[in-house]
């Protein structure tokens, strides 16, 4: 069973930036299609940034130019860089591993931005 383990979360001001990292188990991590996504309090999840294993990467028109998703095959880990956050980032993130039709889920990390 493929495990994924997010950490970086927390409470950040406006304007702040926060680093969420995910490790994913295993020993296929290289193969994986790597995504997050977030689910605020009443809303559907969505995608916010995913990355090809070839390194490609996607972002949500809300995060472009603030957000920078990373991979590290070595580490089998996930980043997250998030600049310039707003209040409406606020929100549960999710790391993603993907797979043909295999589809893998971490707990998720809250992120908070309050002032």
């Known amino acids: 069973q493929v495990q994924l383990v997010e950490s970086g979360g927390g409470l950040v001001q406006p304007g702040g930036s926060l680093r969420l990292s995910c490790v994913v188990s295993?020993?296929?991590?290289?193969?994986?299609?790597m995504g997050w996504y977030r689910q605020a309090p009443g809303e559907t999840r969505e995608l916010v940034a995913e990355i090809t294993s070839g390194g490609h990467t996607n972002y949500a028109d809300s995060v472009k130019a603030r957000f920078t998703i990373s991979r590290d095959n070595a580490q089998n880990a996930v980043f997250l860089q998030m600049n310039s956050l707003k209040p409406e980032d606020t929100a549960v993130y999710y790391c993603?591993?993907?797979?043909?039709?295999?589809?893998?889920w971490g707990q998720g990390t809250q992120v908070t931005v309050s002032s």
């Open positions: 993603n591993a993907a797979w043909f039709n295999d589809m893998y």
């Open positions: 295993g020993n296929f991590f290289s193969t994986y299609h």
